[in-house]
């Protein structure tokens, strides 16, 4: 990585480890086989691709025939709603504001081809989904209903409890997916002992390849996949398999995993440490979501006061090689705001950065742009 940048949006995507690279290579040269060709090339990178969902059910506490390669966080989600709808009869689908795009325009998408209800769920001032409101939603439904909540949401980090609303999807006996993409590799999972029945996952979240991503589909759940034209996926996901992705997202996960209570001590303590030094160096700052409880520890979104240069804040840290994003990375470059901060304070004229953070960074580059801030501000 350049030397002089400093890489302040993991949430968005984050640098491959070189350990995920390394087992990734022999699949990108000599073991190139296609998993579908009888001959021991292709059976040996069957059996890669086997070896790496029996690894990523076991860290999830799944079965491996619940766990199915995707090309990432989105298409895992859209199979998951289409699926939902077509094979499993939902008529009604609960989700929030907040959702990333994947799941809102794959819900309205949906809507207007299925004909579909959807139901928001109320936000409680913090940002966190009001559950009382979820249970009364599905106690008045009288459909067969979808809730689509994301575990951790992307810019402002709030999580979801997602054992609770598990619990209360089975109570009214509603499909309850989940979008999973910022906790997978950044928090354990024991999947047995969750009432879900998709979730999502996307590797280069934790430090694996872009383009590879998992859906968990609860063994109890039977649906028809969304691309066909062949039997990859034990009938699930036509196409030839992206075999160095597959390991590769394994091999993350696993590092992931091995290294969860060092990493995720650390990356908090960033976390807390440029809060401090903002609240410390910046007046007016403050902060969105439940900052320093359920949130996750690897994002921190900052308001600044708006002014004219707070306005172009994003440019100019982009311009001292600082990368961030306004909101979530997925509209960076065409800056309309941020829907989700809309949702939460309708009103709010402040400048919204967010910050987010990987075993990567130190409390130096922390220094660094807390000290070009006070200059741009």
């Given at each position: 990585?350049?030397?002089?940048?400093?890489?302040?949006?993991?949430?968005?995507?984050?640098?491959?480890?070189?350990?995920?690279?390394?087992?990734?290579?022999?699949?990108?040269?000599?073991?190139?086989?296609?998993?579908?060709?009888?001959?021991?090339?292709?059976?040996?990178?069957?059996?890669?691709?086997?070896?790496?969902?029996?690894?990523?059910?076991?860290?999830?506490?799944?079965?491996?025939?619940?766990?199915?390669?995707?090309?990432?966080?989105?298409?895992?989600?859209?199979?998951?709603?289409?699926?939902?709808?077509?094979?499993?009869?939902?008529?009604?689908?609960?989700?929030?504001?907040?959702?990333?795009?994947?799941?809102?325009?794959?819900?309205?998408?949906?809507?207007?081809?299925?004909?579909?209800?959807?139901?928001?769920?109320?936000?409680?001032?913090?940002?966190?989904?009001?559950?009382?409101?979820?249970?009364?939603?599905?106690?008045?439904?009288?459909?067969?209903?979808?809730?689509?909540?994301?575990?951790?949401?992307?810019?402002?980090?709030?999580?979801l409890d997602i054992h609770a609303v598990g619990d209360i999807c089975k109570k009214y006996n509603a499909v309850f997916h989940s979008d999973t993409v910022q906790t997978l590799g950044h928090f354990p999972f024991d999947l047995r002992?969750?009432?879900?029945?998709?979730?999502?996952?996307?590797?280069?979240?934790?430090?694996?390849?872009?383009?590879?991503?998992?859906?968990?589909?609860?063994?109890?759940?039977?649906?028809?996949?969304?691309?066909?034209?062949?039997?990859?996926?034990?009938?699930?996901?036509?196409?030839?398999?992206?075999?160095?992705?597959?390991?590769?997202?394994?091999?993350?996960?696993?590092?992931?995993?091995?290294?969860?209570?060092?990493?995720?001590?650390?990356?908090?303590?960033?976390?807390?440490?440029m809060y401090d030094s903002l609240k410390k160096n910046i007046p007016g700052v403050s902060f969105n979501g439940d900052v320093l409880g359920r949130s996750l520890y690897t994002v921190l979104s900052v308001n600044f006061p708006a002014?004219?240069?707070?306005?172009?804040?994003?440019?100019?840290?982009?311009?001292?090689?600082?990368?961030?994003?306004?909101?979530?990375?997925?509209?960076?470059?065409?800056?309309?705001?941020?829907?989700?901060?809309?949702?939460?304070?309708?009103?709010?004229?402040?400048?919204?950065?967010?910050?987010?953070?990987?075993?990567?960074?130190?409390?130096?580059?922390?220094?660094?742009?807390?000290?070009?801030?006070?200059?741009?501000?």
């Amino acid at each position: 990585m350049d030397s002089q940048r400093i890489y302040f949006d993991n949430a968005a995507t984050t640098p491959l480890d070189p350990e995920v690279l390394e087992v990734m290579m022999p699949y990108l040269t000599e073991k190139f086989g296609n998993p579908s060709s009888i001959y021991s090339y292709g059976r040996e990178s069957r059996m890669a691709i086997e070896n790496a969902r029996k690894s990523v059910a076991k860290i999830l506490h799944a079965h491996p025939s619940e766990i199915f390669f995707t090309s990432g966080g989105t298409e895992s989600s859209n199979t998951a709603i289409a699926a939902a709808i077509k094979d499993l009869g939902c008529t009604h689908i609960i989700t929030s504001p907040i959702e990333h795009h994947a799941v809102l325009h794959s819900v309205e998408h949906r809507k207007n081809i299925n004909h579909v209800k959807i139901s928001y769920v109320k936000l409680l001032p913090d940002g966190h989904v009001d559950l009382a409101d979820l249970e009364s939603l599905l106690s008045s439904s009288g459909q067969k209903t979808l809730v689509t909540l994301m575990h951790a949401n992307n810019e402002i980090g709030n999580i979801l409890d997602i054992h609770a609303v598990g619990d209360i999807c089975k109570k009214y006996n509603a499909v309850f997916h989940s979008d999973t993409v910022q906790t997978l590799g950044h928090f354990p999972f024991d999947l047995r002992n969750t009432n879900v029945h998709f979730i999502t996952g996307a590797a280069h979240k934790f430090h694996g390849p872009k383009g590879v991503g998992l859906l968990y589909i609860n063994e109890n759940v039977k649906i028809n996949p969304l691309v066909h034209g062949g039997s990859q996926e034990r009938n699930m996901r036509a196409g030839t398999e992206n075999l160095y992705g597959i390991v590769g997202v394994a091999k993350a996960l696993e590092i992931a995993t091995n290294n969860y209570e060092k990493d995720s001590v650390y990356i908090r303590s960033l976390k807390q440490y440029m809060y401090d030094s903002l609240k410390k160096n910046i007046p007016g700052v403050s902060f969105n979501g439940d900052v320093l409880g359920r949130s996750l520890y690897t994002v921190l979104s900052v308001n600044f006061p708006a002014s004219e240069r707070s306005e172009m804040l994003l440019f100019n840290l982009d311009i001292n090689n600082i990368c961030a994003s306004g909101g979530s990375a997925c509209t960076s470059g065409i800056d309309v705001g941020s829907h989700v901060i809309r949702a939460i304070y309708p009103d709010s004229g402040l400048v919204t950065v967010r910050f987010s953070f990987s075993k990567y960074n130190t409390t130096n580059e922390i220094d660094l742009v807390v000290e070009k801030l006070k200059e741009l501000i």
